[in-house]
């Protein structure tokens, strides 16, 4: 695809990749967005314009925003909209909770409204990839969208993305069970033990009688002492 040699604020094109940056000096792109041969009808270009995020009313977007329009026309093939970020950026955190459990979650997310001035952004798309630029030094957060309207990073809803990692958790569960088999063990054994000795004592109780029975316990306490 077309690649823009230098950076602008706003064009016009049919098909390839465009940098874009407010400032017609730099050689650095604030943004960029591909789009794919066939895309749109023939002769049909789309009109892309960066605009600073201090212009969203909302205070939501923490990146130039970028607006999309083509003569009312919706893409035909999906659109790659990316926007710069420092080099050593992750869009990945982890976090723990109490009970030790992991969990990973992704920071942002290409956001979107219908209209410039309207107060509500909405994920467009939650997976964002680390990309190159192929004609900047440039490090994008790239995402997709299907449909043309402003677009810009906002911060992701507080879903988790990698589930969680409850090694930590399932360790503590082992540890739990097992003290508690160890307690009932030693329940059923005293139990048993009880059990058995009133029986020895009930069997040597018929065995000597009443009154044999008791000299048998007094000679067995005097051994004791």
Same mark, same amino acid.
């Given at each position: 695809?077309?690649?823009?040699?230098?950076?602008?604020?706003? +064009?016009?094109?049919?098909? $390839?990749?465009?940098?874009?940056?407010?400032?017609?000096?730099?050689?650095?792109?604030?943004?960029?967005?591909?789009?794919?041969?066939?895309?749109? $009808?023939? $002769?049909?270009?789309?009109?892309?314009?960066?605009?600073?995020?201090?212009?969203? *009313? #909302?205070?939501?977007? @923490?990146?130039?925003?970028?607006?999309?329009?083509?003569?009312?026309?919706?893409?035909?093939? *999906?659109?790659?909209? =990316? @926007?710069?970020?420092?080099?050593?950026?992750?869009?990945?955190?982890?976090?723990?909770?109490?009970?030790?459990?992991?969990?990973? #979650?992704?920071?942002? =997310?290409?956001?979107?409204?219908?209209?410039? /001035?309207?107060?509500?952004? %909405? =994920?467009?798309?939650? /997976?964002? #990839?680390?990309?190159?630029? +192929?004609?900047?030094?440039?490090? @994008?957060?790239?995402?997709?969208?299907?449909?043309?309207?402003?677009?810009?990073?906002?911060?992701?809803? +507080?879903?988790?993305?990698? $589930?969680?990692?409850? #090694?930590?958790?399932?360790?503590?569960?082992?540890?739990?069970?097992?003290?508690?088999? &160890?307690?009932?063990?030693?329940?059923?054994?005293?139990?048993? &033990?009880?059990?058995?000795?009133? !029986?020895? /004592?009930?069997?040597?109780?018929?065995?000597?009688?009443?009154?044999? &029975?008791?000299?048998? %316990? &007094? !000679?067995?306490?005097? /051994?004791?002492?």
């Amino acid at each position: 695809l077309p690649v823009t040699s230098k950076p602008v604020a706003q +064009s016009q094109v049919e098909s $390839g990749e465009v940098l874009l940056n407010k400032d017609p000096q730099s050689d650095d792109a604030e943004a960029a967005v591909t789009i794919p041969t066939g895309t749109f $009808g023939a $002769g049909v270009q789309a009109n892309l314009v960066l605009t600073n995020a201090d212009e969203d *009313p #909302s205070g939501t977007a @923490f990146s130039s925003i970028i607006t999309i329009k083509a003569n009312g026309q919706q893409p035909g093939k *999906p659109i790659q909209i =990316c @926007f710069t970020v420092a080099s050593n950026y992750s869009n990945e955190e982890t976090t723990t909770n109490d009970d030790g459990c992991k969990k990973k #979650s992704k920071k942002t =997310c290409l956001g979107y409204k219908n209209d410039i /001035n309207d107060k509500e952004w %909405k =994920c467009q798309d939650n /997976n964002l #990839s680390e990309q190159k630029s +192929s004609n900047s030094s440039s490090k @994008f957060l790239c995402g997709t969208t299907d449909h043309l309207t402003s677009f810009a990073l906002i911060l992701a809803p +507080s879903t988790d993305s990698g $589930g969680c990692d409850s #090694s930590k958790s399932t360790e503590d569960n082992i540890i739990f069970w097992l003290s508690l088999s &160890f307690i009932l063990l030693c329940l059923c054994l005293s139990v048993t &033990f009880i059990l058995l000795t009133l !029986r020895v /004592n009930l069997l040597l109780r018929l065995v000597y009688g009443k009154e044999g &029975f008791g000299h048998l %316990k &007094f !000679r067995e306490r005097i /051994n004791e002492l």
